[in-house]
């Protein structure tokens, strides 16, 4: 198992202008150091960004969120600041030992949670920000075996970032099918980064977990030398002006029967078409999610135990151009949409572009080997990672040392303590806390 440096003493140095020197790289290097307890010290925050760098209000709000939760010592945490220091508080390696003050134990309508939030304060993208805090909530193992409800508030339709419907409908099956429990999800308000920005929010429900250990996953086909799979079902979400619903939707079949076959129509089942008017002229945005059938394992390609029937692959596009007509417009994205997911599965690709990189730290923890296969290109070679998954690979080998082969496998720390750990006979709380602690900082290689 490769096993990462733990020092408590000297932080981590990383520089935020490495590989795609955005945001990618602090919220990684924040959930890990708050996960594990190594104290990080970042410079040069989004050091590669035309705008300027440094903390904006969604990285703010995952700094303050995630030093809260393991007690964190924090120097640098305001809006524009280049360099950060996150040194997570004593014992804070034990996210999965002691309970967080993040979680507050609370009850809805009769049944026992644990509730927490994370308010951006802008329309910052949540679905950026949920990159920072969920792997820390999903590998938290609290006392209790009662549901966490997240709530977050900003941006859920919001440029360059993962939307609520891309969450909703690409990462959290994604999630069930690795290993972690059906994750529910609601939306109470759209926010928007088009059309003047907004505030919205959405709550999920995260079911507890017997085992804070995430067993390795594979998501890879049996032999990648055979032909793509098609989908079997596709699912389309278009949000615009209402004048514009109808003419989406006879643009968008035919790109889609171009592309996947005629079989696919409303009629069949096979295609959803849901309209939503977005309430503003200069607000559209467009994805399509392909449901993919997961080929029968063979005994030298097993699959993962938590391995489901299905995959999920999904392009979408909020659009930012200069709208002449909603017509025009919504010819553009359905043309644009179909063919960037038409790409995808003709690639053989059990993830999409943009799961990969959210991947990485849950192959990184996971206990064993994991792989992701992210497919082929025109020339029939793998297709290499974005600069967002390498930056995320690359922050992993930093502060776990492991390391992302060419065909995208990684052999994870194995994070977390398993039930058979805790086995044995019944010593006083605080005992109890030292010897699991005692157990874990050995797993990590404490020096």
């Known amino acids: 198992m490769k096993k990462p440096r733990l020092d408590t003493s000297d932080p981590i140095e990383l520089d935020g202008r490495t590989l795609e020197g955005g945001g990618q790289l602090l919220r990684n290097a924040l959930c890990l150091s708050a996960l594990t307890g190594i104290p990080i010290e970042i410079h040069h925050i989004r050091g590669a960004r035309s705008s300027g760098g440094g903390l904006k209000a969604q990285h703010l709000a995952c700094v303050n969120w995630l030093a809260y939760a393991c007690s964190a010592r924090v120097e640098g945490a305001k809006k524009g600041s280049t360099t950060l220091v996150f040194e997570p508080g004593k014992g804070a390696e034990a996210a999965c030992i002691r309970p967080s003050p993040a979680f507050k134990k609370v009850t809805v309508d009769g049944e026992a949670i644990y509730e927490c939030r994370l308010d951006i304060g802008t329309a910052g993208s949540t679905g950026l920000a949920l990159q920072a805090i969920l792997p820390f909530i999903l590998f938290s193992d609290l006392p209790s075996a009662i549901p966490v409800r997240l709530s977050l508030t900003g941006g859920t339709n919001v440029s360059g970032s993962p939307s609520y419907e891309y969450i909703t409908g690409v990462l959290l099956p994604t999630l069930h099918s690795i290993g972690f429990p059906q994750i529910e999800a609601k939306l109470k308000k759209r ?27 594979q998501l890879r ?106 017509e025009r417009s919504a010819t ?38 994991s792989s992701v296969y ?42 977390g303590t398993s039930d058979e750990d805790n086995a044995g006979d019944q010593v006083p709380e605080n005992a109890v806390a030292e010897e699991r602690l005692e157990e874990k900082m050995e797993k990590l290689n404490v020096g």
């Open 332 to 369: 553009e994205m359905a043309e644009a949409v179909t063919n960037a997911l038409a790409s995808e599965v003709e690639s053989g690709a059990y993830v999409d572009e943009h799961m990969r990189d959210q991947l990485v730290i849950f192959q990184a923890l996971a206990q064993g080997t």
């Open 221 to 326: 086909p049996p032999d990648s030398g055979e032909k793509p799979s098609k989908p079997v079902h596709l699912q389309a979400t278009f949000i615009a002006p209402a004048s514009c619903h109808d003419h989406l939707s006879k643009v968008l079949l035919p790109a889609i029967q171009y592309h996947f076959g005629e079989s696919f129509s409303q009629d069949s089942g096979s295609l959803d078409i849901k309209c939503e008017g977005s309430l503003h002229e200069k607000r559209m945005y467009l994805i399509l999610i392909a449901t993919m059938p997961l080929k029968p394992p063979t005994a030298s390609h097993p699959s993962s135990s938590s391995s489901r029937d299905t995959y999920k692959l999904g392009r979408d596009w909020l659009y930012e151009r200069k709208i002449r007509s909603h």
């Open 374 to 415: 992210a497919g082929t290109d025109e020339d029939g070679e793998l297709r290499e990672p974005s600069l967002h998954a390498r930056t995320a690979e690359w922050v992993t080998k930093q502060l776990l040392r492991v390391n992302f082969d060419a065909t995208n496998e990684c052999e994870g720390v194995g994070f």
């Open 191 to 217: 926010g928007w980064s088009q059309g003047g920005s907004s505030i919205g929010e959405f709550t999920l429900k995260i079911p507890p977990r017997s085992s804070s250990v995430l067993p390795a996953f």
